[in-house]
């Protein structure tokens, strides 16, 4: 009995790997959204969520949803590239970025920035906050993009939950932070909203890391968490397309564990903070 169990547990295991292959093709093949190389643990958790959400019981019933069903495949979208933010999560990152980012951007006339799968104005906004009280922000242009329009459109509101403000608040004073993270925002409809004048230069577009290719030259490339997500071959690919885009001592940022070893990347670049996954390439 013990040995029919477990061959029907894999069974049902190996359907639903099936069936997610054919929902992630369906997706690429219809809407041009390619997750087929994402690491499957954590994607089928996500495909769960939704599942739980629509109340349907297999992978099968999700896919004739998002395939049929106005929004629905927004709603898969958003939730395979959803990840947890934040600069102003983490002063102590703050604090090594800003330390490492200022000395290369004055000697550069007109430097960009780049910020890979950015989903919060937080990330961008807080950014802005530290190159305003280096005097950097009006000669830096920020590109802020993600693979899903409608999260990318939320973020380039400049909004967030009014609740997190003080928390932000400290986060930032913890980092290095000049001045008051509360003077940068206003209160609006509920919510806290960061000022037009540190959005001004945060250019926000959709994009793929895993069909674009490079589109600028970039001083800093920041892309933390998102790359966790990602299986083997199209880490590596994500990271080479940022080697790609930087100039000779440029800075990349990833999370502490990037993959740059896996990616045989790391002889390419000198570690400036690698604890928290500052990278300043050196060949």
Request: hydrophobic residues 40%.
């Amino acid at each position: 009995m013990a040995a029919s169990v477990e061959i029907l547990a894999t069974r049902v295991e190996s359907v639903e790997d099936l069936e997610t292959d054919l929902l992630l093709e369906g997706v690429f093949r219809r809407f041009g959204h390619d997750f087929r190389g994402y690491r499957r643990a954590t994607l089928q958790h996500k495909l769960h969520v939704l599942m739980q959400r629509f109340g349907v019981q297999t992978v099968s019933a999700l896919q004739e949803r998002v395939m049929h069903e106005e929004g629905a495949a927004d709603s898969l979208l958003r939730e395979l590239s959803a990840h947890s933010a934040g600069l102003l999560d983490d002063p102590g990152y703050l604090h090594a970025l800003r330390a490492a980012l200022v000395p290369l951007l004055r000697s550069c006339p007109s430097p960009r920035i780049w910020i890979a799968e950015c989903l919060s104005a937080v990330d961008a906004c807080a950014l802005s906050i530290l190159l305003a009280e280096e005097n950097l922000l009006e000669k830096t242009q920020i590109f802020a993009t993600a693979e899903s329009e409608s999260l990318l459109h939320e973020a380039s509101s400049g909004r967030f939950a009014i609740d997190c403000l003080e928390e932000y608040a400290e986060s930032y004073r913890q980092s290095g932070g000049k001045s008051d993270l509360r003077g940068y925002c206003r209160e609006e409809d509920g919510q806290a909203v960061f000022s037009d004048a540190l959005r001004g230069n945060i250019t926000w577009a959709q994009y793929s890391l895993v069909t674009n290719a490079s589109f600028n030259e970039f001083q800093l490339i920041i892309c933390r968490q998102a790359l966790a997500e990602f299986g083997t071959m199209l880490r590596r690919r994500a990271l080479r397309l940022f080697y790609d885009s930087m100039p000779l001592f440029g800075i990349l940022s990833v999370d502490a564990d990037g993959g740059l070893d896996t990616a045989h990347m790391m002889s390419r670049y000198k570690a400036i903070a690698p604890e928290q996954g500052l990278y300043r390439r050196v060949v």
